[in-house]
């Protein structure tokens, strides 16, 4: 029996959740874990392959052997009770058309996008690769702009229902957005899921694939360390523009991220968006 057969078998609730990096996708996730229906999770299925050229046996890996999120232990999906929900998590940019499409087509529910201003999600993947690397910039193409767009249109192109989720709304309004969010993927209200227990000791990819971006990340990995840490969804602390933008220009980003902002307030105009408090919503447009 093949594998997606086998997926759609076992599981009756079946998510995606598609992000560019660093744009607060994982809090997502973590907020979804806090559902009853959400049993088990899947992170990145695909990312070996963008980073090491890996082939559809280290996708299926990962989802023939997926976590328990009670437990944070990885199981083989022959020990999955039936009837139990994953969510499966990825980056955009490291997913091409076909494996988008496949992704998609597990789902039983619409695509869940998470965005946020692109200046404070390029800001942030520079302080990480700097971190595993000492690196002063990335490529334009590793941002997920570029690539969470397409897939956008692709959608739209093949009548694909999708939710897009504004970090910064969630922010604003965690109760009110985490709300529609489950509405929006046909998951029972549940009170309470923007808080939840530190988990600082699980670890979502392996150091083998880790190791593929970067030894760094073998041990302690930069890109969860802080969300995995925390209690819950909170608001975002005062941002400094004019040193945020400074940091772009340095790593001569400034034109990308320019694209990419203009992108984004397309996406905050679609009618898929979820949104928050109106007011607050307003604001936080204003101070960008």
């Known amino acids: ?57 280290s996708v299926e890996s990962i989802l023939a052997n997926p976590m328990v999120v009670e437990s944070g232990l990885q199981v083989p999906l022959a020990d999955v009770p039936h009837g139990g929900g994953l969510l499966i998590k990825d980056m955009s940019f490291q997913l091409s058309d076909a494996q988008f499409a496949q992704l998609v087509g597990l789902t039983t529910a619409p695509p869940v996008f998470v965005i946020c201003d692109p200046r404070l999600s390029t800001t942030s993947r520079l302080r990480i690769v700097r971190q595993l690397n000492g ?3 990335f490529p334009a193409f590793e941002s997920g702009w570029q690539s969470l767009r397409e897939q956008l249109e692709l959608c739209r192109a093949r009548d694909i229902p999708y939710v897009l989720v504004d970090s910064d709304d969630l922010r604003t309004d965690p109760a009110g957005v985490t709300a529609a969010l489950l509405a929006a993927v ?11 227990s530190p988990r600082p000791g699980l670890q ?48 001569g980003l400034a034109d990308d991220v320019t694209k990419w902002r203009y992108w984004y307030e397309e996406m905050r105009e679609d009618p898929a968006l979820i949104a928050g408090r109106p007011a607050e919503r307003k604001n936080n447009a204003d101070a960008r």
């Not at 078998?9 to 660093?22: E, N």
């Not at 959400?38 to 070996?48: G, I, L, M, N, Q």
């Not at 046909?186 to 939840?196: A, F, Q, T």
Request: hydrophobic share 35%.
């Open 135 to 137: 690196a002063e910039t």
């Open 186 to 196: 046909g998951l029972p209200p549940v009170d309470g899921l923007e808080n939840w």
């Open 1 to 57: 029996m093949e594998l997606e057969t086998v997926l759609t078998h076992v599981y009756k609730t079946r998510l995606a959740l598609i992000s560019p990096p660093r744009t607060g996708s994982t809090a997502v996730a973590r907020l979804l874990w806090q559902h009853p229906s959400v049993t088990h999770h899947c992170h990145e299925p695909f990312e070996a392959c963008y980073w090491g050229d890996q082939g559809p046996e």
């Open 204 to 251: 979502l990819v392996s150091p083998e694939v880790g190791a593929l971006m970067s030894d760094a990340r073998k041990g302690d990995d930069p890109f969860y360390r802080k969300v995995l840490g925390s209690s819950g969804i909170q608001p975002r602390s005062e941002v400094r523009w004019e040193q945020e933008e400074a940091a772009i220009a340095a790593a």
